[in-house]
């Protein structure tokens, strides 16, 4: 079943404000850290999970140790983002697991006031293109809005994590329009 929808007026095609609108696809360690860095420099990022709850792909190794210590998998933005509403990181030289840096450290990400709100979890992107062209279209293609189309995961069905995660920077100066597609 297709249900086109927008899912909020940030969607809204060509608005105000909708310049810095930045789509990340992915709430994994890199598209947390995308969003705390765009958040810093004074954009608005959407982020899409297709999982039900952040870093779906470390959840899926959750016992498994890190091969790299904590300095070099908490982004400084979001180091700062966390720091700020006292969060502490935790000793730097240690090796977490998986489901340490989910627990200390993407978890809280998540729910901080400044990301929460730009979360769209069990969406699961299933395209990206131009508003109003196809693929062999390209005269005017720069200035047509982006628009996202997502599938909606249904609670009960679960998900398969990607094997690999995959970060789509979009400048929305043309604006943004979502699309969802209830799964
Ligand atoms: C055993 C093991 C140990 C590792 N140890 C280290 C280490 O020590 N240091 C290190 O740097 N790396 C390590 N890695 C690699 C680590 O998994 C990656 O560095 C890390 O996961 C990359 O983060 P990411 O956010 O890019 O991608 P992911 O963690 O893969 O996150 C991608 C996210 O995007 C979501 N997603 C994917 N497709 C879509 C879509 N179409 N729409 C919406 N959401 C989508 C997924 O559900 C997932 O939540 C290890 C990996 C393994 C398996």
């Given at each position: 079943m297709k249900n086109e929808s927008t899912l909020s007026p940030a969607f809204s095609p060509r608005g105000e404000g909708e310049?810095?609108?930045?789509?990340?696809?992915g709430a994994g360690p890199i598209g947390l850290?995308?969003?705390?860095?765009?958040?810093?420099?004074?954009?608005?990022p959407i982020v899409f999970e297709a999982g039900a709850s952040v870093a779906a792909n470390f959840e899926s190794f959750r016992q498994v140790q890190l091969f790299s210590?904590?300095?070099?998998?908490?982004?400084?933005?979001?180091?700062?983002?966390?720091e700020a509403s006292g969060w502490t990181m935790?000793?730097?030289?240690?090796?977490?697991?998986?489901?340490?840096?989910?627990?200390?450290?993407?978890?809280?990400?998540?729910?901080?006031?400044?990301?929460?709100?730009t979360l769209r979890l069990s969406h699961r992107v299933t395209s990206i293109s131009r508003e109003g062209f196809d693929k062999v279209k390209s005269k005017g293609r720069e200035a047509a809005a982006f628009v996202i189309r997502a599938t909606?995961?249904?609670?009960?069905?679960?998900?398969?994590?990607e094997p690999r995660g995959r970060i789509a920077w979009i400048p929305a100066f043309a604006g943004m329009t979502l699309c969802s597609e209830a799964g």
């Open positions: 310049a810095r609108t930045v789509a990340v696809i850290a995308a969003a705390a860095n765009l958040l810093e420099r004074g954009y608005v210590p904590w300095r070099y998998n908490v982004d400084p933005a979001a180091r700062r983002l966390l935790p000793n730097e030289d240690e090796l977490p697991t998986a489901g340490a840096m989910i627990d200390r450290y993407l978890a809280p990400l998540a729910s901080h006031p400044s990301i929460a709100p909606v995961i249904p609670a009960k069905a679960g998900i398969q994590p």
